[in-house]
Every structure is written in structure tokens, then in C-alpha cells.
């Protein structure tokens, strides 16, 4: 991943001070990794409250911190627990799932989504596009106090223009920024592939001519988060 802006290292299993938010956990067996991810997310998502950073599905489990709200799964633990059994465990326990993945192949996300995943995510995200997703399934909009994104509006642009969707645009979109390929957004909607692909096609159109294009699937969950389309 991305980690643009590290803070203090922290061992596995550490527990972070309690702060205001959702209350976060990572599950990830790779140790740097789960620093960096530990360090950023303290330093620059002041809206979630990591209490657990765990390098073991037991040590996740049996900390009395769990369960958390939401919990962010290694989807390559190497422990002899599937993803399956992890997602439903986390799910029973009242914990919403997000799946991290480096191997982002149609087969993996349909495992974690069937499990009751969230989202499924690819480690070559920055950080700060998971962590927009990660607001996307907790219904939290960004406030004034997080990083915007930098880039000023086009020439002539003097206020933010939300478009205007149609029911079925806006049931593609939930799915999509979820972590729904546009083939999984079909079978959900249960309409043809053309079908998804043009009303998420419309949705991309429809912010062009507002000017905040949302090419990415990032740029779509910000724009979605921030016009209140997932409340």
C-alpha cells in the first residue's frame, strides 16, 4: 500500500489509546505492513478510533477489545483459517469486514464478498482510498477537519453541484463502491452486464458535467460520500 505520511511504529498486538470514532482493528501477519497501516491511520483518520492492531487471528479474537465496528482482514493470513471462517466470525460478532488483498482475482473477492464482506480491496490502494471506502461502509462523511483533496475546482466552477440520479444509478453505485465489479453489480441489480455498465457509465457522465469527474472507483465513493447517496 501507499503509506504516504508514517507516524510511530507499534508492535503486533498493541493497543492504541482510546480515541472518538469507529472503533477499528487490523488483522495482518505482515509485520511493516502493520506498523505503517497502525501509524497512518492514527496520524491522519482522526474519525476512526483503532483500538487493535493484531498480527494473529487469536490474538485478534481473544483481545478484549473485540469486536470492534469494523475490522480490516489480511485476506493471505498464513494461519490455517480460512477467509470464509474469518469474515463470519468477524460478521457474527457484530463486526462489519473489510477484505485487504495482493491478489486481487475474481475468485478471491467472490469469497469474501459470499462471507459477508463489506468490501474487497486491493493492496495497491493508497491509504487514503481505503480508508474513503472504509467511511463508504460506515456511513461516515468526511468532515472539515480531514485531508480534502487538493485539486481546485475547474474555471468557473464556484459551487459543488450534486447530480442528479436515477434509482437504478444510484443501486449500481452502492454496489460498485462497495467492491462489486460491474458484473457483480449485474447479477445483484439482476440486469444484463450492459445494463450495470451504463448506469455506472451515467453516474461517471453525470459528475463530468458537474466538474468532479470520478473516473476511479475512489473518486466515485468520495463523490457518492460526500453527496449523501450512501446515508
Request: charged fraction near 25%; glycine fraction near 4%.
Amino acid at each position: 500500500m501507499d503509506i504516504d505520511e508514517a507516524g510511530s511504529l507499534f508492535a503486533p498486538g498493541f493497543e492504541v489509546p482510546e480515541r472518538t470514532g469507529v472503533r477499528l482493528a487490523i488483522l495482518d501477519d505482515h509485520e511493516v505492513l502493520l506498523d505503517s497501516l497502525t501509524s497512518w491511520i492514527a496520524a491522519n483518520a482522526p474519525d476512526f478510533d483503532l483500538v487493535l492492531s493484531a498480527s494473529t487471528w487469536l490474538q485478534l479474537v481473544h483481545s478484549d477489545k473485540f469486536p470492534t465496528d469494523l475490522v480490516f482482514l489480511d485476506f493471505q493470513l498464513k494461519e490455517p483459517v480460512s477467509i470464509e471462517a474469518r469474515v463470519r466470525t468477524c460478521r457474527a460478532a457484530g463486526a462489519k469486514v473489510i477484505v485487504l488483498s495482493s491478489l486481487d482475482s475474481r475468485e478471491s473477492r467472490e469469497r469474501a464478498l459470499d462471507a459477508g464482506a463489506s468490501a474487497f480491496l486491493s493492496k495497491t490502494l493508497s491509504m487514503r482510498e481505503v480508508m474513503d471506502a472504509a467511511r463508504t461502509v460506515m456511513g461516515v462523511r468526511s468532515d472539515s477537519t480531514l485531508p480534502r483533496d487538493w485539486r481546485p475546482l475547474p474555471v468557473g466552477a464556484s459551487t459543488t453541484i450534486r447530480p442528479k440520479l436515477s434509482p437504478g444509478e444510484i443501486e449500481a453505485l452502492r454496489h460498485y463502491v462497495t467492491g462489486a465489479s460491474t458484473a457483480e453489480v449485474a447479477a445483484a441489480m439482476n440486469v444484463q452486464y450492459e445494463t450495470a455498465k451504463t448506469y455506472l457509465r451515467r453516474v461517471r457522465e453525470k459528475y463530468v458535467k458537474a466538474n468532479r469527474p470520478a473516473s476511479k472507483r475512489a473518486e466515485l465513493i468520495r463523490r457518492a460520500a460526500e453527496d449523501g447517496y450512501l446515508n
